[in-house]
């Protein structure tokens, strides 16, 4: 019997899709015949920038994680609203799949990190296992008395999930029984870098060309001029409301990922993001940050770089109300002389597939 794999996965920017895509990508290249079936609300086509092969694509959402105006801009209010309205979906949202998942024989749920997934494994007697460094209750808690309670539903639900493979840059996660620590997952480039230089004439080295990358949800208020300060650098953005300026290269066209051009890059300028971080690392080009303080995620990725990453950690004023001197100076070596195992892709798509034989 083929593997019937039913991919649950928070629809907050593409990180939670990102890495997720990058393993189930690698069980499809193990197992061709494994048959996938991606529950989410990312958009199709960036499911398809990871995974060259057939999916079937079932746009559900069953959490929110945060509503934001840009990468950094949180609306706490709007978001408690609509979880509050998930949870008071609840038995119709889980109805509705239970009967998807008895019908099309769903042997397994992958769930990155949707807490009603475990609940719905539960309901529909099929095993789920949760692939994380964080939980939602962990990011709500940290936001005060009126998150409480929508924060314990959450862990409940975390609770019935079967297993959970744990990534680095972990909270403890201790709504989860079983848990498993695995490497870090992610994208690898599919363009050679040679190819990507002579399509798109990047001809700065290394050391002068900078990827800035801030997630699915972008930026509003990137200060471009600073671009210009550096007229001999080469800048790349994925930003399609960036300005045109002569050494600021836009990528629209959806069959590239920003990993893809990491291998051109001295550096990436991020915020705090799970997978461009993993990506990074897994490339090896330095990070440089900004420090974001309400969401608590965050000071676990930062840690995380500091020990495994060449970095530089900037303040969001050094980089919205600067010149961007940070450039000029050299990133900081890792704490960690051990590097960190970037086997997450190959060794969670094995434990899925020694689950199934």
């Not at 800048?235 to 959806?254: E, S, Y």
Request: charged share 20%.
């Amino acid at each position: 019997m083929f593997p019937i794999i039913y991919i649950a996965v928070t629809s907050h920017g593409f990180g939670h899709a990102a890495r997720t895509a990058s393993v189930v990508a690698t069980i499809k290249k193990l197992c061709p015949e494994a048959l996938l079936i991606f529950v989410t609300t990312t958009p199709r086509w960036f499911l398809e920038s990871y995974i060259q092969d057939d999916f079937i694509y079932r746009p559900r959402s069953f959490d929110i994680g945060v509503v934001q105006s840009d990468s950094l801009t949180m609306d706490k209010a709007a978001t408690l609203e609509k979880m509050q309205h998930i949870r008071t979906q609840q038995n119709a949202i889980v109805a509705g799949e239970v009967n998807f998942i008895k019908q099309n024989r769903v042997g397994l749920i992958l769930a990155d990190v949707p807490p009603l997934a475990g609940v719905i494994g539960k309901t529909a007697g099929v095993p789920c296992w949760t692939i994380s460094n964080f939980g939602w209750d962990f990011i709500y808690r940290d936001w005060g008395s009126e998150f409480q309670e929508i924060a314990d539903w959450i862990s409940d639900g975390y609770s019935q999930c079967d297993r959970l493979l744990r990534l680095p840059f972990h909270e403890p996660m201790s709504a989860f029984k079983n848990i498993t620590d695995f490497g870090l997952p992610g994208g690898s480039p599919s363009h050679p870098a040679d190819a990507l230089r002579s399509t798109w004439n990047i001809t700065t080295p290394k050391e002068r060309t900078i990827l800035l990358t801030f997630g699915g949800l972008g930026l509003q208020q990137i200060p471009y001029d600073n671009v210009q300060r550096f007229p001999d650098w080469q800048f790349i953005t994925f930003a399609r409301n960036a300005p045109n300026l002569p050494n600021l290269l836009k990528i629209t066209d959806p069959q590239y990922r920003p990993v893809d051009f990491m291998q051109l890059c001295g550096r990436v300028v991020s915020k705090p993001g799970f997978s461009t971080f993993a990506e990074a690392i897994r490339q090896q080009v330095p990070i440089v940050t900004l420090t974001r303080d309400d969401f608590a995620e965050a000071a676990l990725l930062i840690e995380g770089i500091k020990d495994y990453a060449h970095h530089q950690i900037i303040s969001p004023a050094e980089f919205f109300h600067s010149g961007w001197a940070f450039l000029q100076q050299e990133p900081l070596t890792p704490r960690k002389s051990q590097g960190i195992a970037l086997d997450g892709n190959e060794a969670i798509a094995h434990a899925v597939l020694e689950y199934f034989h």
